[in-house]
Nanobody
Framework: QVQLVESGGGLVQPGGSLRLSCAAS????????MGWYRQAPGKQRELVAV???????NYASSVKGRFTISRDNAKNTVYLQMNSLKPEDTADYYC??????????????WGQGTLVTVSS
């Protein structure tokens, strides 16, 4: 069994910063891509940022230059540093990882989500 546990969401004022963390645990052999998605009320879930196992990153145009994704492979953890936050960044943020388990199955795993609210 494999799970992702997110932390770091909360309420922040416009222009502020937050750092999200997502730790993978369980029967993990290796982790390929790790990413962050978000879903605002009444909208579809969208990709925010993704990072490959060798550190290549890709961002949604709406967050490029403000958000930074990184990972610590030794800790099976991915981070999302969010700066210059805007009200339109308000959403539930979900971590996703493509994991090879110790029984050689590939699983796409989602975290439970963490709420980020940007408001004055």
């Amino acid at each position: 069994q494999v799970q992702l546990v997110e932390s770091g969401g909360g309420l922040v004022q416009p222009g502020g910063s937050l750092r999200l963390s997502c730790a993978a645990s369980g029967s993990i052999s290796s982790i390929n891509n790790m990413g962050w998605y978000r879903q605002a009320p009444g909208k579809q879930r969208e990709l925010v940022a993704v990072i490959t196992s060798d550190g290549t990153t890709n961002y949604a145009s709406s967050v490029k230059g403000r958000f930074t994704i990184s990972r610590d492979n030794a800790k099976n953890t991915v981070y999302l540093q969010m700066n210059s936050l805007k009200p339109e960044d308000t959403a539930d943020y979900y971590c996703n990882a493509y994991i090879l388990t110790t029984v050689y199955r590939y699983l796409a795993v989602w975290g439970q989500g963490t709420l980020v609210t940007v408001s004055s």
